[in-house]
């Protein structure tokens, strides 16, 4: 492990900063009964080690790595521009008119999902996150909604934890953004259900037979698990088959919007509505540099 350090002079006259390079070898320091068996044991150990020291081109912090993908072009956006005086009072008034527009200026024949968008959670104590692409489906008035298994998935042993998460949504296409962060919360039991029973026959086995996120050895345990569920709900019409009580919706509701407009020469322009709690109905609005 190597460990940049940097010392400065007290001295009232300023000097140049002088950054060391230390290697740490542990971070516990012995004590004066076993300093002496420790040093020894760590010549023994060392001299029987074959592990070679790392010479500089091992680490990326003193030596400039070579890329494995390097992308130099650069995209220019033209479509147009944002001012904070042409959008709407409300994040979400706003959201919907863009998503709209997405939807309305969809080439023909187009692979984008105007729904889509990467959806990320944190894991506390460690603050490890995770992101997933899913589909938004539906906006309300208080909030974006997406649907999941909140049982066995990551995204729900996140919101276990932690229940600030964030959405991008990305609209090439218009050369839009939209980013999103907010607080999670379970929808209602009826909400969930009139979504579930919108689904095709197959997703809503689907939703009892996968245990998200968990190992399985094969596609064909999956493919066992799934043939199962159907042979159990075969005389089951499609508005019949329940809803797992595991699976359902969650609003991210919003702490703060930002609208991006691409622009040339990367001087794009950011619309931001932000508010300090969710229970606060008075929206902030600011431009923020590119």
Not at 29 to 48: E, F, H, R
């Amino acid at each position: 492990m190597f460990k940049q350090i940097t010392f400065r002079s007290s001295s009232s006259t300023l000097k140049p900063v002088t950054k060391y390079t230390i290697r740490t070898l542990s971070m516990t320091k012995p004590t004066p009964s076993n300093t002496a068996s420790s040093s020894n044991s760590n010549l023994t150990n060392n001299s029987k080690s074959d592990t070679k020291a790392p010479t500089p081109d091992d680490d990326p912090v003193t030596h400039t790595q070579q890329p494995i993908i390097f992308a130099p072009k650069t995209y220019q956006y033209t479509k147009g521009h944002l001012d904070v005086n042409e959008v709407l009072p409300n994040p979400l008034d706003q959201f919907n008119k863009w998503f709209k527009e997405a939807q309305e200026q969809l080439p023909s024949n187009s692979d984008i999902i105007v729904e889509s968008t990467n959806f990320s959670t944190a894991r506390l104590p460690s603050g490890r996150v995770s992101s997933r692409i899913v589909l938004l489906k539906e906006l309300d008035k208080y909030g974006f909604l997406v649907y999941s298994n909140w049982d066995t998935s990551k995204k729900a042993e996140d919101f276990n934890s932690n229940k600030y998460a964030a959405l991008t949504f990305f609209w090439p296409h218009v050369q839009r953004q939209v980013r999103v962060e907010g607080i999670m919360e379970h929808v209602t039991r009826e909400t969930s259900e009139r979504y579930y029973n919108t689904r095709p026959r197959g997703s809503k086995i689907g939703a009892w037979a996968s245990p998200q996120s968990k190992i399985i050895s094969s596609r064909d345990d999956l493919s066992e698990l799934n043939d199962e569920y159907t042979e159990k709900f075969k005389d089951l019409p499609d508005d019949a088959i329940p809803c797992p009580e595991y699976w359902g919706g969650i609003r991210i509701e919003p702490l703060e919007v930002e609208f991006w407009q691409g622009g040339v020469s990367r001087l794009h322009d950011r619309v931001t509505f932000r508010r300090d709690d969710i229970a606060n109905h008075n929206w902030e609005i600011v431009r923020l540099a590119p």
